[in-house]
Structure formats: structure tokens, C-alpha cells
């Protein structure tokens, strides 16, 4: 379950945009310039003023997807092409206000373009480019006043390798440009990606409401060595400016950032007593935003391991010393966390047997003692025959979160700590314990035609108590961070 200010990620699983996904592919990190979910997804827009009890409105799960093409695939001269184009439908909803029905579009006519060209000179050097577009009808007045109605992105990636591929420098830049009235261009400034009006971005940053558009750009520059060598190492700076903005065709979580990440590995790859492979990588990460700001400091170490049986391990710690939450708190303050550390564990049998277990836990413990976040998959999956693939997967996750946030009021004479006297942040303790279950079956009739099922189900309870106002969020003493209301329980 989400109570972040991130919009959630889901896996693509219809088979039209699986089919050569790869060539389309074009990401920094977890920011990716297409998304094929924005295709067909739930409406954007909400009707407003439904409080379900004298106001109403139905909701739909998909936008209509009324075409879509594809073109993907390689030539003989080494050039890669990715093509996508894509109309939804205009949608509406059912409103009632005070017994009076009505309808209301939530969606208008939307067009997605994609299109993807790369170059491969003898496997030494690889340059492309990639654009995107969405383009709305925005014939509502409430519609120009909350959707982009342009929204494009342009993108170039290199890469060159030296030494039979043993050296290589790896570039990528990305620019967006969003277009449209000044009410919506507003929201977008405000919205959790970029946060203009945060209280810490107010040096450098803030909402312009005359702004028709809204321009950035974000990349990175890696260079390294890895090929067959024992040793490999790589240096990376990326960069994300405060207006890149890639949500429409794309994904990413927030912008307003730069980074440099180091990292030295280490690989076995002749077989030593029981092990087919091992490898030992160490990382260490530093991030800050656009106003010089370090906002995020690690390091990490990972064993990646397998047996002569084919069993494979794959153990991840990270340790984080210094982190400020910009978006905890919202649009507000910014929330210091303790250090604490990261566990990524993930163990599987032979991949290649018709019978495979895997087993992943996902940990997050702060050093004060008072946030604790677990999650346990375990997963089975069947290939029963040439033509049958069953899998199953159990979620499990039990968490302690002291400073979960609740929500924002209006300051009053309530308020006790006034570190922003407009404004109350919420907080509590919060315990939850989340299960769910999920379930996948293809069936391959022949090699062109397949039948598939996909489910997932899950239920999360959580138990609220000491409720706590935002204080001084940045101080690197705990409990000056906040103050517990007397009696909040």
C-alpha cells in the first residue's frame, strides 16, 4: 500500500506493449522517457465537490484505447527502429448533484507518438535518439484548467567502448517541454514531482502562476571499465533540473536533483570450490538538489553468487547516513531521517528446472530504534510441459513508522510548534501489517497465440496512535523534529 507523495509504478503485462519493449526502452535510473502504461490508464481528472452522501459520481478503471500501432525491429545495416502510435477515447462519468445527473468528461481525446531509431557500428559504438508526444483535446474549460495540453520529450544516447570493449563512456541527455494554460501549468508546478513551493526550494524555486510552459532537462555521463576483466569500476554524475518532467508518456518520481555515484566490482567468474560465479560490488552515492543542498548520502555492498547447482544469491546492504525526505512533509518542510540501513536479500533454485522457489526480503531499519519496514515474497513457479507456465507469489509486510504523515491543516491557536505558522504537519505512529497474493498462468496454443491470466489481491490493516505536529524537521536531534500532541492515541 502507497502513503507516500510518489505516484505507484506497476509492471506492464499486456502482451502488444511486452512485444519488443526493449528496443523502446530509453531511462535514467528509474526515470524512463516511455511508460507504456499511460496508455489505456485510469482518467486523469476527478469530478470535484462529490462528497458521496448528497453528491455522486461513478469511476472508471481504463481510458478506451481506440488504435495502436507498432513497429519494431533491426536491419541488416545495424539500425535499430521503435515505433508507437496510440489514440485513447474521450470519457466521461456519471455525476448526480443533489438529484441532479449530469456527465462529465474525465478524459479527452488523447494522441501518443513514440518513435526510437539507434545505430550499432560492429558492437563498438551505439548512438540513437528517442522523441515522444501526447497531445490533448482539451475542449472542457475545467480540463485546460488541470491537464497539460502538449507535452513532448526529446532524447540522445551514446555509447563508445575501447580496448575490445574493456573501457566505456555512456552518455544520455533527455529535454521536455510541457505546454499549456497558466492554471494548469500551476498544478503541474505544485504537484509532487517538482514541489516549487516547498519551504526549502524557496531560495531558488517557487510557483510562477504566468508560466504557459514548463521546460528541463536530466541525463547522465558514465564512464568505466568492466568487459571480462576480474576488476571493474564506474563513475557516474546524472543530473534531473527542476522543471524535467517526463509523467505524460513516461515515468518518473521527482525532479530537482543531481548525483554522482562510484562504484568498484569485483568478479570470480572460473569456478572456486562450490561456485559457478561470484561477484562483490561497493557503491557509494551522493545526491543534492539544485539549490546545493545534500540531500541523500550512502553506501553499499552487494554479493551476487552461484552455486554449481545453479542456485543463485543476490545480498544487498546499504547504509545511509545522511537523508532529508523533501516530499514527506508534502509541499512543506523537509524531514530529516535517522541513518539507518537498507537490506536487499534474494535467493532462487535452478531457473532452468520446471520447478523454481525464489525468496526475497526487502529491510529498512533506522539506527533511533522507531521506523522498522519488512517485506517477504516467497514464490513458486510450474512449467508443466512446453506450453504451461503457472506462478505464485506471497507478500508479506510488517511495518513500524514513528513519523508517517496524516495530512495539513491550517494553522490555528491550536498549533503549538509554529516552524511555519500557515501551516500544521501531521504525523504519527503508525503499525501496519500488509498480505497479499499473486497469481499468473500462460497458456502458449501456438507460437503466435497465447492465453493469459493475471491476479493480485491484498489486504493491509495498521494500528495509529501518538499523533505529532512537524517542528524543527531538519534538526539533527530527534525529538526536536516534532511535537507529540498530550493525549494523541
Given at each position: 500500500m502507497n502513503l507516500t507523495a510518489y505516484e505507484t509504478f506497476y509492471d506492464e503485462k499486456r502482451p502488444f506493449f511486452l512485444e519488443g519493449k526493449h528496443i523502446l526502452d530509453f531511462a535514467n535510473g528509474s526515470d524512463m522517457m516511455f511508460y507504456t502504461r499511460r496508455i489505456?490508464?485510469?482518467?486523469?481528472?476527478?469530478?470535484?465537490?462529490?462528497?458521496n452522501i448528497s453528491s455522486f459520481a461513478d469511476s472508471k478503471e481504463n481510458v478506451p484505447i481506440i488504435g495502436a500501432l507498432k513497429l519494431t525491429g533491426t536491419n541488416r545495416h545495424g539500425v535499430t527502429v521503435g515505433v508507437v502510435q496510440s489514440v485513447t477515447a474521450r470519457s466521461s462519468a456519471k455525476v448526480t448533484r443533489s438529484n441532479?445527473?449530469?456527465?462529465?468528461?474525465?478524459?479527452?481525446?488523447?494522441?501518443?507518438t513514440v518513435a526510437r531509431v539507434q545505430k550499432n557500428w560492429k558492437g563498438n559504438s551505439l548512438l540513437g535518439g528517442m522523441v515522444t508526444s501526447v497531445n490533448r483535446a482539451l475542449d472542457q474549460p475545467y480540463l485546460e484548467d488541470f491537464m497539460v495540453r502538449n507535452a513532448f520529450t526529446a532524447g540522445i544516447d551514446f555509447i563508445q567502448y575501447f580496448k575490445n570493449r574493456l573501457y566505456y563512456i555512456d552518455m544520455k541527455g533527455m529535454f521536455s517541454s510541457l505546454n499549456?494554460?497558466?492554471?494548469?501549468?500551476?498544478?503541474?508546478?505544485?504537484?509532487?514531482?517538482?514541489?516549487?513551493?516547498?519551504?526549502?526550494?524557496?531560495?531558488?524555486?517557487?510557483?510562477?502562476p504566468n508560466r504557459r510552459s514548463l521546460n528541463g532537462t536530466g541525463g547522465y555521463v558514465k564512464?568505466?571499465?568492466?568487459?571480462?576483466?576480474?576488476?571493474?569500476?564506474?563513475?557516474?554524475?546524472?543530473?534531473?533540473?527542476?522543471?524535467?518532467?517526463?509523467?505524460?508518456?513516461?515515468?518518473?518520481?521527482?525532479?530537482?536533483?543531481?548525483s554522482n555515484e562510484t562504484e568498484v566490482a569485483f568478479r570470480q567468474t572460473d569456478i572456486?570450490?562450490?561456485?559457478?560465479?561470484?561477484?562483490?560490488?561497493?557503491?557509494?552515492?551522493?545526491?543534492?538538489?539544485?539549490?546545493?543542498?545534500?540531500?541523500?548520502n550512502d553506501i553499499a555492498l552487494r554479493w551476487q553468487s552461484m552455486t554449481m547447482d545453479r542456485y543463485e544469491a543476490d545480498i544487498k546492504e546499504t547504509f545511509v547516513w545522511n537523508r532529508l525526505d523533501s516530499r514527506m512533509l508534502r509541499d512543506g518542510l523537509d524531514m530529516r531521517l535517522n541513518p539507518y540501513f537498507?537490506?536487499?536479500?534474494?535467493?532462487?533454485?535452478?531457473?532452468?528446472?520446471?520447478?523454481?522457489?525464489?525468496?526475497?526480503?526487502?529491510?529498512?531499519?533506522?539506527?533511533?530504534?522507531?521506523?522498522?519496514?519488512?517485506?517477504?515474497?516467497?514464490?513458486?513457479?510450474?512449467?508443466?510441459?512446453?506450453?504451461?507456465?503457472?506462478s505464485g507469489q506471497a507478500d508479506y509486510a510488517w511495518n513500524t513508522d514513528n513519523i508517517q504523515y496524516v495530512g495539513t491543516l491550517n494553522a490555528s491557536s491550536l498549533?503549538?510548534?509554529?516552524?511555519?505558522?500557515?501551516?500544521?504537519?501531521?504525523?504519527?505512529?503508525?503499525?501496519?501489517?500488509?498480505?497479499?497474493?499473486?497469481?499468473?498462468?500462460?497458456?502458449?496454443v501456438t507460437p503466435d497465440i497465447s492465453v493469459q491470466f493475471y491476479g493480485s489481491s491484498f489486504t493491509s490493516t495498521a494500528k495509529f496512535s501518538d499523533f505529532k505536529e512537524a517542528a524543527d524537521a531538519r534538526s539533527h536531534n530527534y525529538d526536536a523534529r516534532f511535537h507529540v500532541f498530550r493525549g494523541g492515541g
Open positions: 489505456g490508464a485510469a482518467p486523469s481528472y476527478t469530478p470535484q465537490e462529490i462528497d441532479v445527473e449530469d456527465v462529465e468528461v474525465v478524459e479527452p481525446l488523447t494522441n501518443y499549456g494554460s497558466k492554471e494548469a501549468i500551476a498544478v503541474l508546478q505544485t504537484n509532487p514531482v517538482h514541489y516549487y513551493q516547498r519551504t526549502s526550494a524557496s531560495g531558488y524555486l517557487g510557483v510562477d564512464v568505466g571499465r568492466k568487459g571480462n576483466a576480474k576488476w571493474a569500476f564506474s563513475e557516474t554524475f546524472s543530473w534531473s533540473s527542476p522543471g524535467f518532467d517526463l509523467n505524460d508518456m513516461g515515468y518518473m518520481k521527482e525532479a530537482d536533483n543531481r572456486w570450490k562450490i561456485f559457478r560465479y561470484n561477484a562483490f560490488t561497493l557503491t557509494q552515492k551522493n545526491q543534492w538538489n539544485y539549490g546545493g543542498t545534500p540531500f541523500s537498507q537490506t536487499s536479500v534474494g535467493v532462487n533454485t535452478d531457473k532452468a528446472k520446471r520447478v523454481m522457489f525464489m525468496l526475497k526480503y526487502e529491510g529498512n531499519h533506522n539506527l533511533d530504534g522507531y521506523n522498522r519496514f519488512n517485506t517477504l515474497l516467497p514464490s513458486l513457479t510450474f512449467r508443466l510441459g512446453n506450453h504451461v507456465y503457472l498549533s503549538i510548534v509554529q516552524s511555519d505558522p500557515s501551516r500544521i504537519y501531521l504525523m504519527e505512529h503508525m503499525d501496519q501489517k500488509t498480505y497479499g497474493v499473486t497469481m499468473r498462468l500462460q497458456v502458449n
